[in-house]
């Protein structure tokens, strides 16, 4: 079992900066890709940012330009930098592991406001 803890939402201006930060934990074993989602109310969660180990980091293109994605192998950690956000930005983010074969964990989600 997989245990995904997000950190680091809230409420920010537009134009401000946030970093959201996902700590896994238990039996990490096989991983295919780590990233986030987000789901803003009343629509389908969507893909944010991911990085497949030992393959491409993918963007939305929403977010190209102004998100970046990272991994600290060491700590089992996947970080969202996010910078000029927009109010169309506001969801809750949560984070994604998927194993090589193909089993999905996610976290709790945290919310992402951004609004002046």
């Known amino acids: 079992q997989v245990q995904l803890v997000e950190s680091g939402g809230g409420l920010v201006q537009p134009g401000g900066s946030l970093r959201l930060s996902c700590a896994a934990s238990?039996?990490?074993?096989?991983?295919?890709?780590m990233g986030w989602y987000r789901q803003a109310p009343g629509k389908q969660r969507e893909l944010v940012a991911e990085?497949?180990?030992?393959?491409?980091?993918n963007y939305a293109d929403s977010v190209k330009g102004r998100f970046t994605i990272s991994r600290d192998v060491a700590k089992n950690t996947v970080n969202l930098e996010m910078n000029s956000l927009k109010s169309e930005d506001t969801a809750v983010y949560y984070c994604?592991?998927?194993?090589?074969?193909?089993?999905?964990?996610w976290g709790q989600g945290t919310q992402v406001t951004v609004s002046s």
């Open positions: 238990g039996s990490i074993v096989s991983i295919y890709s």
């Open positions: 994604h592991l998927k194993t090589q074969s193909f089993f999905n964990y």
């Open positions: 990085i497949t180990i030992g393959g491409p980091i």
